[in-house]
């Protein structure tokens, strides 16, 4: 028998005042990596209490470096004593470990990192970051479910992606800081998180050039410096409290937040019928009447974002008439389909593409959260359904929301967190 956390939520209260947007958790974890690049004490700010970001400093530590946390602030101290591995236990728990391959390698010519396997909602490759990494020089086996990497050094490469993956563009992209020679990657990935990284690389003494661009331009320097830096605002937690306030009616004001990394979502909010508002570092997002459908497919930055569609569709729920959401970036990323339709919701799914017809109102009934984004959109459903609704193993959710409910608590939501014995 475990004993887990859970979220009960009464739906049913229009949602209304100010929240702070916290830091990205897509990068504070490859600005994290980074810090084994070059050895001394690095700090961040505005970074998010999350569980992902508690298991990212679990690894560097568990790699030699000293790790504090202490109010949204990491200290970071790297030293020359570095365990070159990423092992499987941790690794399982989040992918985005992986982005401990391209540093290790570029600065200790070894890595050894567990393959980061599937995710509960179907395949995620690797192989552009191994692919790369080769075109730079690596000798790389994989063996007994981990990637083995040995370089005298690596070298500048020519790197064109098939997939702009945001991975493997941020993997390369540190790993070329400390290559010899010029490394270029076409059609690189082009999200903020990326940009981010990229500028804190800079500020490291790095020489990339593009940064925002599909073409980065990163000329390897023979060594890198620690430096301090902030981190930029959650686009993903500032779109799914856009969509709070208006699958509840409400009125909602983000701050700091960046209203041009929500530019695609803002854009799909106003053609639901949202009022939106912004200034420099903020948005009020408010509703007038019942949702419109509104079709969305997911593309890469500065398109809608993938992490976004699970809660596009609890709003697409209750939206007056059917609409069609299409993931073009994850194929498999629709388990919280199953979850929705226990709320009362009629979608169907053929492969991608999901067909929602809206209803007049949703109803309150026991979930399951089957992964973070899918855990967003049942609480989000919960927000507006008629009841109760429990959402079980919010273990997913603490990976990527930084204190949820006093969030939602403080706009004037009914949610609070339980455990509940599971039986296995
Ligand atoms: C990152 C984000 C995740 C987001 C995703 C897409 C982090 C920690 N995670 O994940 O929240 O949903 O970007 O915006 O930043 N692919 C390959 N081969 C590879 C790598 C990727 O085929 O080697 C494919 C994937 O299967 C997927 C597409 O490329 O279809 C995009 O994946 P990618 O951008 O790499 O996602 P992640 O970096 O894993």
Redesign the pocket.
């Known amino acids: 028998m475990f004993i887990m956390d859970k979220l009960v939520v009464e739906g049913g209260k229009a949602l209304k005042g100010n929240i702070s947007v916290s830091g990205a958790?897509?990068a504070v974890?490859p600005m994290m990596a980074c810090t084994f690049l070059a050895e001394g004490q690095y700090r961040l700010d505005n970074v998010p209490m999350l569980k992902d970001v508690k298991t990212m400093s679990k690894l560097l530590e568990n790699m030699g470096a000293d790790v504090s946390l202490k109010e949204n602030s990491i200290a970071i101290k790297t030293n020359g004593h570095t365990k070159l591995e990423a092992p499987y236990e941790l690794v399982k728990t989040m992918?985005?470990s992986i982005y401990v391959l391209g540093p290790l390698l570029a600065r200790h010519g070894y890595a050894k990192v567990s393959l980061p396997g599937g995710c509960a909602w179907g395949?995620?490759?690797?192989?552009?970051?191994i692919e790369g990494m080769r075109k730079m020089g690596a000798d790389i086996k994989i063996e007994k479910g981990y990637i083995i990497a040995k370089a005298r050094r690596l070298k500048g490469a020519h790197i064109s992606f098939d997939?702009?993956?945001?991975?493997?563009t941020g993997n390369l992209l540190m790993a070329a800081t400390l290559a010899k020679g010029r490394t270029i990657i076409e059609n690189a990935?082009k999200?903020p998180?990326i940009s981010a990284t990229a500028k804190f690389l800079n500020a490291m003494g790095a020489k990339i050039e593009g940064i925002g661009t599909d073409q980065l331009i990163i000329d390897g320097t023979d060594s890198l410096h620690p430096a301090d830096e902030s981190v930029i605002a959650d686009r993903i937690e500032a779109g799914t409290f856009m969509i709070a306030a208006l699958i509840t009616g409400g009125d909602i004001t983000l701050e700091n937040v960046d209203p041009h990394h929500v530019a695609a979502i803002s854009t799909k909010m106003a053609d639901a019928g949202a009022i939106v508002t912004e200034g420099p570092n903020w948005i009020n997002i408010h509703s007038k009447g019942r949702i419109k459908p509104v079709d969305m497919t997911t593309a890469?930055y500065p398109g809608f974002?993938?992490?976004m569609q699970a809660q596009w569709m609890a709003l697409m729920s209750i939206a007056k008439g059917s609409s069609i959401i299409t993931d073009s970036?994850?194929?498999d990323r629709f388990t919280h389909v199953a979850e929705l339709k226990r709320l009362g919701a009629d979608i169907t799914l053929d492969h991608n593409v999901a067909v929602i017809k809206g209803t007049s109102h949703l109803s309150g009934a026991p979930v399951m959260s089957t992964d973070l984004r899918a855990s967003a959109s049942l609480i989000l459903a919960g927000l507006v359904a008629k009841g109760q609704t429990d959402v079980s193993r919010v273990y997913h959710i603490d990976r990527g929301y930084e204190k949820i409910e006093k969030k939602l608590q403080g706009l004037g939501a009914k949610i609070w967190r339980t455990n509940e014995q599971l039986i296995t």
């Open positions: 958790k897509n974890l992918r985005a395949p995620r490759p690797v192989n552009l970051h997939i702009p993956s945001v991975g493997a990935a999200e998180e890469v974002p993938t992490d970036v994850f194929l």
